[in-house]
């Protein structure tokens, strides 16, 4: 995560764009997705205009300090429930790494890989992401 905050540290320094402009655009959606689907990707970036904090917000700023510096390893033992994790193999906001480490310390946790998609996988792939959450919640009664 701090990776990443580096990275949003630095695009808002080095950004022209306006603070209406959601900070997390680049990030949702995978590379293939976004050369792909531009009208997609400009329709649900037009529908969270203005849903954000300005990017150039002190607010803005504190919100990203506080998910690098939430750190929930060591109490996710403690969920008890079957939880399913999904991630898609371009994600960049939480690469399958982090995802297996988490489904390491959830003793009923499911891990599902995408081949295809990003952060936003219930846009890029709502097909298969709605799948897998069927399958899951039919699997657990």
């Known amino acids: 995560m701090k990776v990443l905050y580096n990275s949003w540290e630095e695009h ?20 293939p997705f976004r050369k792909q689907n531009p009208d997609k990707v ?16 002190e607010a ?19 969920i008890t429930v079957p939880t399913l994790i999904l991630v898609g193999k371009d994600d960049e906001l ?18 599902v890989v995408f081949e295809q998609g990003g952060h936003g996988l219930y846009w890029e792939v709502p097909h298969l992401f709605n799948k897998a959450v069927l399958d899951f919640l039919n699997g657990q009664n």
């Open 60 to 78: 803005f700023e504190r919100q990203m300090k506080s998910n690098v510096a939430h750190d929930t390893r060591g109490r996710l033992n403690s």
């Open 12 to 31: 808002l320094k080095n950004s022209v764009r306006s603070d209406s402009d959601p900070m997390v655009m680049p990030w949702l959606f995978s590379k």
């Open 42 to 57: 400009k329709e649900i970036k037009a529908k969270f205009t203005g849903g954000y904090l300005p990017r150039k917000s």
């Open 94 to 111: 939480t690469p399958i790494r982090m995802l297996e480490e988490i489904k390491s310390e959830i003793s009923n946790a499911k891990l």
